[in-house]
Nanobody
Framework: QVQLVESGGGLVQAGGSLRLSCAAS????????MGWFRQAPGKEREFVAAISCSGAIAYHADSVKGRFTISRDNAKNTVYLQMNSLKPEDTAVYYC??????????????????WGQGTQVTVSS
């Protein structure tokens, strides 16, 4: 079973940037589609971005399209979320997740089998 650990969260001013990393151990990530989700206080967890196991297919939620970019480096067993032009409404705990599939990545959290512990992102106005 793969284990996931997120890092890179923190406090940033609106308009700033952060890069989240999701490092995997236990198994190679090359057989997993990967997703990023977030959950703000009092809200349900929502889809942010997803990428296929090869990196050829990537999806981004409309709310982050043009500002966030998901990528992966299978040689480093790591997935990234580059977040630019951050807004206060991006404040949330961000989770990475893995789905053992060679198909297109899912956008629903129910499609993912393994989750990291989350990393807090806070954007001040």
């Amino acid at each position: 079973q793969v284990q996931l650990v997120e890092s890179g969260g923190g406090l940033v001013q609106a308009g700033g940037s952060l890069r989240l990393s999701c490092a995997a151990s236990g198994r190679t990530l090359s057989s997993y589609a990967m997703g990023w989700f977030r959950q703000a206080p009092g809200k349900e967890r929502e889809f942010v971005a997803a990428i296929s196991c090869s990196g050829a297919i990537a999806y981004h939620a409309d709310s982050v399209k043009g500002r966030f970019t998901i990528s992966r480096d299978n040689a480093k067993n790591t997935v990234y979320l580059q977040m630019n032009s951050l807004k206060p409404e991006d404040t949330a705990v961000y989770y990475c997740a893995a789905d053992w599939t060679y198909n297109a990545p899912g956008t629903r959290d129910s499609e993912y089998d393994v989750w990291g512990q989350g990393t807090q992102v806070t954007v001040s106005s």
